[in-house]
Every structure is written in C-alpha cells, then in structure tokens.
C-alpha cells in the first residue's frame, strides 16, 4: 500500500488489496462518515483497517454506528471492538 496515495484510496480498492470479501466496501480517511452500505457483506474502511458487517442487521443494530440518511461512526471505526488493522 505504500506505492498508493492516501489521496487515491477507496473502499473498493483495499477490499480487494486486502482481500476482504465485501460486496459493497466504503471508505472514509478518519473512519467517522460514510454513504450507506445497502450489500452485504459490507465494509467500512479507514487508512489502518475495517469493519465488516456480514449482514445488514448486524450494521443496522451496531451500537457503534448510526445509520440515518448517512453512516456515522462518532468515534470512528478504529475504536469498534470488531475493527481488524492492515498488518503493515
């Protein structure tokens, strides 16, 4: 990931540079707001890590996200105790 620019990174590249699995990957570079996941499994990304949300029932009722017309992950998804770190 280092020939990447941080600038260039998206969901659906480091789901599948880290071979994640998701069927729909979004990514956010302080991992607190993203567009709604509406395929599962899904991710949430950050530069570090994810999350995955193997259905749309775990995603919905997390008590780390809120989902509105939005997602927002307040104190972001480095915090959430399902969160894996990219081995560097």
Known sequence: ???????????????????????????????????NLNRFPGALFDPNGYVIFPTEDSYRNSPHVKVTQETNVRSGISLMPTYERFAK
């Open 1 to 35: 990931m280092k020939n990447i620019e941080r600038k260039q990174l998206s969901g659906k590249l480091l789901n599948k540079l880290w071979n994640v699995g998701a069927r729909h990957a979004l990514y956010h570079r302080e991992g607190t707001w993203y567009n």
